[in-house]
């Protein structure tokens, strides 16, 4: 299931999160062109592990990625749920929330995983805290959705539904995944996930989002 792009009108270019994806890919090209060695050491220095901790590696970790299907994923919904996102809180203070969600997801893995000497890295944890705050603040929104069944199709599917759906698998993944030592078995950060839908939520309500057919009116103004 992939989101593409929800259905709210936009009344501003979408720059940060343009950005955010440009740097992304940026970063994944270099990556990639790296010899296994390199890439490993790369990770190891930039990645984020709760056991040799850094608080510079909370900010590094959000832009490297472990291949195409992670970045891929991860950029999917990052446009289909932060330009609107975008829209309505502005570009500095859309920036600057986004990239607190990522820290705080990344201190959350971190408390739940204070032994793992595996290093966390992508962009997932600050793009659940996006969804959590398109969560509250675009409950009546539709998403539109590659699906994958017996054949591909498009479909639209209600944002409380799928990002309800999708927050409840983290935390039901999050929770069976303590019984394994604090580390999941299939390696994904569930309580990054967690602490990053969780902290989107508090935060765009502490931040604050306008209306953005407020901000049309008063710029013609």
């Known amino acids: ?47 984020l592990i709760p056991a040799h901790f ?23 919904f990052l446009w289909a749920f932060g330009r609107s996102l975008e829209d309505r809180m502005g570009h500095v203070k859309y920036l600057i929330f986004y990239l607190v969600c990522g820290i705080v997801a990344g201190l959350t893995h971190c408390f739940f995983n204070a032994d793992s000497q595996l290093p966390t890295i992508g962009a997932s944890g600050a793009i659940a805290g996006v969804m959590g705050a398109y969560f509250v603040r675009f409950p009546r929104a539709r998403i539109d959705t590659i ?24 935390l039901l993944s999050g929770v069976g995944s303590l019984t394994y030592s604090h580390q999941s078995v299939s390696g994904t950060a569930w309580f990054a996930h967690i602490g990053g839908f969780v902290s989107g939520i508090v935060l765009v309500y502490l931040l604050g989002a306008g209306s953005p057919q407020y901000q049309q009116r008063r710029v013609s103004w």
């Not at 709210?8 to 060695?37: H, R």
């Not at 699906?147 to 983290?170: E, K, S």
Request: aromatic share 18%; with cysteine.
């Open 147 to 170: 699906v994958f069944f017996f054949f591909i199709a498009r479909i639209q599917i209600p944002a409380l539904f799928m990002l309800g759906y999708w927050f409840l698998t983290q």
């Open 1 to 47: 299931m992939f989101p593409i792009q929800d259905d709210q009108p936009k009344f501003s270019p979408s720059v940060v999160t343009t950005m955010l994806i440009v740097a992304n890919a940026l970063v994944f090209l270099f990556e990639i062109s790296l010899d296994e060695y390199s890439r490993n050491a790369l990770i190891m220095r930039y990645g």
């Open 54 to 76: 850094e608080a510079s590696a909370l900010l590094t970790c959000m832009f490297l990625h472990a291949g195409w299907a992670h970045i891929i994923g991860n950029m999917l």
